[in-house]
């Protein structure tokens, strides 16, 4: 068994003022995704300055956070929110869903792209490979905050989590880490090898849709569901597998449809 280092979910306090290593890894994933856009901007499209990529990485984050919260309030815990609507706000406590932070950063896109002559799938496929960078930091964050942790196990790599946490004091599996090396790491990878050679349209962002969804619904079996879901059919189907499925569906489909319908091969290397 491993011990769970204990670090204090407030990285910087000054006064009242708390700065918590939760939103830190928002902006650490935000920046690294316009560093690596900013690299591969001109392969994307030579006459983009880089203050419409700032304007581009701005709304695609509010994007990622509006409705990434509103995502989890509607998947998750509507009926607390609505009990009391002012929780909404209390972000640094956690509670972003991916699923709805990925609808709102399709919503971002498409509507930056009817402004900056950009097809839906050009900019998708433009900023999937970006996507990873920002999963991997949340999911140190969810580690630092001691939160979705997996099922009792006794593999080596096991964790006690702290008591706030975890009052039954089981080993478990760090299934934070699992999603870190998975959406974060993995995809990433998969992702920049798949871009550096020109591609079809859409045929990027059905890579990342694709195996978004296989990890997601893989780690979910030694993940703890939310305890006000619970599961949702045969004792095992969580809300983060129902929603992960279709995207594996469209991923295969975008794939398809990407390989065979004629078009001109898109260079998205990063």
Known sequence: MLPY?????????????????????????????????????????????????????????????VGGRLGYVLFYDLPAYIANPTLIFEVWKGGMAFHGGFIGVMLAAWWFGRRNGKSFFELMDFVAPLVPIGLGAGRIGNFINAELWGKPTDVPWAMVFPPFSDPAQLPRHPSQLYQFALEGVALFLILYIFSRKPRPTMAVSGMFALFYGIFRFVVEFVRVPDAQLGYLAFGWVTMGQILSLPMIIVGLGLLWWAYNRPQPLKNTAL
């Open 5 to 65: 280092p204990q670090i204090d979910p407030v990285a910087l306090a000054i006064g009242p003022l708390k700065i918590h290593w939760y939103g830190l890894m928002y902006l650490i994933g935000i920046g690294g995704a316009w560093l690596l856009a900013s690299r591969r901007l001109n392969r994307f499209d030579p006459t983009w300055t880089k203050e419409k990529l700032s304007d581009m990485v701005f709304w695609l984050s509010m994007g990622v956070i």
